[in-house]
């Protein structure tokens, strides 16, 4: 039998253990292929590292427009050592374009913070004659379907943005299909294909380089780091701004104190001078949410891009 005055002391264990986080290395999951928004939890992971006193690590598990990596996590055990960084594609469209989507990111992980944004922005290799976004509506009006982009997967936010765009303009732009952004990239920078929309944050090497051209931010106002660049809302081509985002989420049962630890830290890291100055240096902003600003705003955003998915017929099998 065990003695009455040790039961206080054995209740309190598990809740004891619970609250031990973290202790040991924490994972952080992202779905897409290396050199893309991984840069954005790269960046991250070594404050959080210091911040927790435990290792943080960033493990790619590309695949599905990142329902494989997102399954990962939703398999993790609840505890707070495996997290998911992903984006607005995986988040809040993929609902909306895959027939037999094997989870609902709302219903089945728990959100934690959204910590990153970006600006999108069409871009184009230097050396093709495209010189404004204006150009780009003109000649694809002149040679419709003879104007291909380069799409880094099927149901991105760069994917919606242009067919948006086609359908705002009745446009005939072909995709050019890769496997991650990286990929298109080089394609475009080759001049093997001549367009693209790219986050300010992704693209900003290139274009800084010379080796990309911008023709046109995405967001309500001009990019700090791209001022000459104008919007599309100030040419007149778009009535409304679209800026990718970047998310904490966590599997579904983890319990509401950790979320609240790793909420603050996530927080915390990304408005922290360090982190903030080299997001912002890159084109991307910081940012700090709390679980509940983040589940409304992903069910917004999930209700907008469905309208623009439904009138693109787009679907994923």
């Not at 790793?262 to 240096?281: H, K």
Request: hydrophobic share 45%; net charge neutral; proline share 9%.
């Amino acid at each position: 039998m065990i003695p009455r005055r040790l039961l206080p002391a054995l209740l309190a264990a598990p809740a004891l253990a619970q609250h031990a986080w973290p202790n040991r290395a924490v994972r952080i999951i992202v779905p897409s292929p290396t050199g893309a928004f991984d840069i954005y939890a790269r960046i991250m992971a070594a404050k959080l590292t210091e911040l927790w006193g435990q290792p943080v690590m960033v493990d790619n598990r590309p695949g599905a427009n990142g329902n494989i990596g997102m399954a990962e996590v939703q398999r993790a055990p609840p505890d707070g050592h495996t997290l998911l960084f992903a984006a607005v594609g995986s988040l809040s469209i993929n609902v909306s374009i895959y027939r037999n989507m094997p989870l609902d990111p709302i219903e089945d992980l728990a959100p934690v913070a959204i910590s990153v944004t970006s600006p999108m922005v069409w871009v184009c290799n230097p050396g093709s004659p495209i010189a404004s976004l204006g150009d780009v509506v003109t000649m694809a009006r002149a040679t419709p379907g003879r104007l291909p982009y380069a799409l880094p997967s099927s149901g991105t936010i760069n994917h919606l943005i242009v067919e948006a765009f086609k359908q705002r303009h009745s446009l005939d732009l072909p995709a050019v299909p890769y496997r991650g952004t990286a990929a298109a990239q080089v394609d475009v920078i080759a001049g093997q294909v001549p367009l693209m929309v790219d986050s300010v944050g992704a693209g900003f090497g290139h274009i800084s380089g010379g080796r990309m051209r911008a023709l046109a931010v995405t967001s309500a106002t001009r990019s700090p780091r791209l001022p000459d660049v104008p919007t599309v809302v100030e040419l007149g081509l778009e009535d409304r701004d679209y800026v990718a985002w970047y998310a904490y989420m966590a599997p579904k049962a983890t319990p509401p104190e950790i979320l609240a630890r790793l909420n603050t830290g996530l927080n915390q890291v990304a408005m922290g001078e360090d982190v903030a100055g080299r997001l912002r240096e890159m084109g991307a902003a910081p940012n700090a949410t709390t679980p509940q600003a983040q589940l409304a705003f992903m069910r917004a955003q999930r209700a907008q891009w469905a309208g623009i998915v439904r009138a693109a017929s787009i679907e994923v099998q």
